[in-house]
């Protein structure tokens, strides 16, 4: 009877210990399928990252500059103004025969309206290694030979709304053909400076 007693305890701890034992298997495979899960979570976190950070935020960038390449692109020189949102660019600087043509263009950025004013008596060129101005050509007349408002002979000026802009040309006598970049002084702005004349 006693021994019976014996080999049925024997059995049942041999059963709770194989149960113990087995438990821990039982645990480790969902601890093992938890690292299976886990790299692929990674690899779809990975995915996920290239597509989101990198390519939209860096073609947003790249989308909004063709809306202002065209300007920055044609534009030798370009800074905002002291008229409010507006930003001249100098879209051509060219020396032919003995005459200077300036070109710029004003284009208002900003949400309100603005006004330019360009008095022609202000503008110049400056040849600074050489110490010489250059003032805008005159007509026979006296007239500056110029973009100019209709019924004024020295002067442009006129209202922008957002997103407009308006294009100005002057005519400067040339600078010798060995001088190859100067100063151009527009009223409300600071000067461009070492402007590169271009050639025809």
């Known amino acids: 009877m006693r021994n019976v007693f014996l080999s049925t305890l024997a059995v049942v701890l041999v059963l709770t210990t194989g149960c113990q034992a087995h438990e ?37 960038p790249a989308a909004a500059a063709p809306a202002a390449a065209p300007a920055s692109a044609a534009a030798l020189a370009s800074q905002p103004s002291n ?29 309100a309206e603005a006004e330019p004013d360009v008095s022609y008596n202000e503008v110049y060129v400056m040849d600074l290694a050489a110490g010489k101005k250059y003032e805008v050509l005159k007509d026979e007349k006296g007239a500056y030979i110029a973009a100019l408002r209709s019924g004024y002979d020295n002067r442009w000026h006129q209202k922008l709304a957002p997103g407009e802009s308006y294009t100005l040309w002057m005519k400067f006598p040339a600078p010798p053909p060995d001088v190859k970049a100067v100063t151009l002084q527009l009223p409300g702005l600071p000067p461009f400076e070492d402007l590169a004349i271009q050639d025809s």
Do not use: C, H, Y
């Open 24 to 60: 821990p298997e039982s645990q480790s495979q969902p601890a093992e399928a938890t690292p299976a899960t886990a790299p692929a979570s990674p690899d779809v976190g990975a995915a996920a990252v290239p597509a989101a950070t990198p390519i939209p935020s860096s073609m947003s």
């Open 83 to 111: 008229w409010p949102g507006v930003v001249v660019d100098v879209t051509e600087f060219r020396r032919k025969g003995s005459t200077l043509t300036a070109r710029v263009v004003l284009r208002n950025q900003g949400s």
